[in-house]
Structure formats: C-alpha cells, structure tokens
C-alpha cells in the first residue's frame, strides 16, 4: 500500500516544516500550504532530492477567504491525501486592549476559522472511506488563561475541544484525530509576534517537539502535550471533567443559585 498524501498547513517553517520532513521520511508525498512560496520551494525540493517523494506547493494566506478556498478544494479533489495536519497559526503580541482588531481578526480566522474549514472540507471523504488522519496543533496556552493571552489562548482552546469533539464524532467511522499541544517551542512564532527576547520562556527544540508528536500520533493518542511530564496530570483533568457530566442533567437550579432557599 502506498503511504497517504500528507497536507500540512504552515510548512514553511517551524513546527509545520519539521512535519514536512518527518513525513516525507516516512514516504509520504506532500502538498505544502503557506504563504511563502520561495520558502516552500526550497524545502520541497530539498526533501524531493533526499527522499524522492512528491511535493506540491499550495501558496495560499489561510487568513483570506480565497486562500482557505483553495486548500478546501484541494482537501475535497485530492483523494490521495489521507493525513491534513492543520498547523498554520499565529499568535498577537501585546496586552489584550492594544492588540489591533485587524490583528485578532486574522488570528481567529488562521487560527480558528480555517482549522474548522479545512476539517470539514476532508472529513466527508475520510468518513466515506473510513479512514484518514487529522492533526491539529493546539497549544497548552489553551489551558492557560493565567498566561494572558485571552485571543490565542482561546484559539487554541477552541483547537482542543475540535479535536476531542471530532474524535468523538469521526473517531468511530475510521477517522483518527490528534490534538499536539505544544509548549515554548523554539520557531519563529515569537520574533513574529515581536516577543521581547528577554521575556521567552526556555524553549523546547522544534525537532524534538515533532518527533515527540509524532510517538502519539503513532499510538493514536488523541490528545498529545509533549512537554508535559507527568501524564497522570493530563488523566486527572479529564477524569475531573467526564465526572461532571452526570450533574450537568439536572432540571432545577444547584441550591446555590435559588432565591428561594437563602
Ligand atoms: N512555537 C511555539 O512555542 C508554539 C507553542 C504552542 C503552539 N504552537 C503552534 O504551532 C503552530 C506552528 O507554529 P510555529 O511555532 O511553527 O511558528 P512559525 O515558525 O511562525 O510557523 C507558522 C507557520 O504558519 C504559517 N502561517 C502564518 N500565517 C499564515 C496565513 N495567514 N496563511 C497561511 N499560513 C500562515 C507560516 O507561514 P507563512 O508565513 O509562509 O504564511 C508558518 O509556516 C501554530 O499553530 C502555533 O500556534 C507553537
């Protein structure tokens, strides 16, 4: 059987490219999505010279709508591609009330908008055939409201709960889905959002990270947070939330909230 197709938004550089040389290791043939096409190019070739797999560059801003027009039909049209990593993302520098509107817009429509898009544009051929992969790269700042970054960390949050919301869904009809919640990471994303040095946390190296990631993808884990030590943290967390939801089907108000009781 040859290996699927692999689409991997944001592979020009960081995280995503790291993936596009995994994978290719791994023969699989590539179609590559980000803005920089030059970039593209050059890592495309590089890993076709190494590997001898098929690389396609999609240029295309996942920010606009004819950009995440483009990766949806290719997603729909392209039955050889079994695997979308939805990587592409970005994070705004600055306190919440300084941050430009322009500035978050784009946020949410990289980081939130297109991640859901191109889900729902592969999941229907994945589901007729049972089988396919979707990773979305999420962030451990979606956990983290105490970190102050309201909008990313929302972004990422809403990544998560895609994720396990898919798992559930397209988990049973073949469909694999991994949330990779990464930690500081060491990638462009901080100069991007022009992160004052002195402030960056000690970062994890981006080969390690995918490498890592890519132990959980071959377990299918559903949920993968390389940097997180202790696993039993992460077990605890959702045995908290799953225990909750019996007490969500009540039809009175909790005691707490009755007028009439206090
Ligand atoms: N590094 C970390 O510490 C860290 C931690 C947690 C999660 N993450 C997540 O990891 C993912 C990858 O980020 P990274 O750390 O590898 O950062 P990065 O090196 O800055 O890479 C970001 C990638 O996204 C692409 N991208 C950004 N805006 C885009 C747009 N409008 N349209 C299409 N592509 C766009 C960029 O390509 P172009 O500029 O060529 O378009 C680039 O390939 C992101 O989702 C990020 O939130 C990173």
């Known amino acids: 059987m040859t290996a699927p197709k692999v689409l991997i938004t944001g592979a020009s550089s960081g995280i995503g490219a790291i993936y596009a040389d995994r994978f290719a290791r791994r023969g699989h043939g590539l179609v590559l999505v980000a803005r920089d096409a030059a970039r593209m190019e050059a890592l495309g070739n590089r890993l076709h010279a190494?590997?001898?797999?098929?690389?396609?560059?999609?240029?295309?801003?996942?920010?606009?709508?004819?950009?995440?027009?483009?990766?949806?039909?290719?997603l729909r049209d392209d039955a050889d591609i079994g695997v979308l990593v939805n990587n592409a993302g970005l994070s705004v520098g600055g306190p919440f009330e300084t941050q430009s509107q322009a500035d978050l817009s784009n946020l949410v429509a990289?980081?939130?908008?297109?991640?859901?898009?191109?889900a729902h544009a592969v999941a229907p051929r994945f589901v007729a055939a049972g089988t396919g992969t979707i990773i979305n790269v999420g962030s451990v700042v979606g956990l983290v409201p105490e970190f102050g970054q309201a909008v990313y960390g929302a972004t990422k949050a809403f990544?998560?709960?895609?994720?396990?919301?898919?798992?559930h869904e397209?988990?049973?009809?073949?469909?694999?889905?991994?949330?990779?919640?990464?930690?500081?990471?060491?990638?462009?994303?901080?100069?991007?959002?022009?992160?004052?040095?002195?402030?960056i946390p000690p970062l994890m190296g981006v080969d390690a990270l995918v490498d890592a990631a890519l132990v959980g993808f071959?377990?299918?884990?559903?949920?993968?947070?390389?940097?997180?030590?202790?696993?039993?943290q992460w077990d605890t967390y959702q045995a908290a939330r799953v225990a909750m939801i019996p007490g969500f089907a009540q039809t009175v108000p909790a005691p707490r909230y009755r007028a009439d009781l206090t």
């Open 50 to 74: 190494e590997t001898g797999v098929n690389i396609d560059i999609l240029p295309a801003d996942l920010g606009k709508e004819a950009g995440v027009a483009s990766v949806e039909a290719r």
């Open 159 to 167: 990544v998560l709960f895609l994720s396990q919301g898919l798992a």
């Open 218 to 232: 071959d377990r299918r884990e559903p949920v993968t947070i390389p940097h997180l030590h202790d696993a039993a």
């Open 170 to 199: 397209l988990g049973p009809k073949g469909v694999y889905v991994q949330a990779v919640l990464p930690a500081a990471t060491a990638t462009e994303i901080w100069s991007r959002a022009g992160a004052d040095p002195a402030q």
């Open 110 to 118: 990289v980081n939130v908008v297109a991640v859901q898009r191109l």
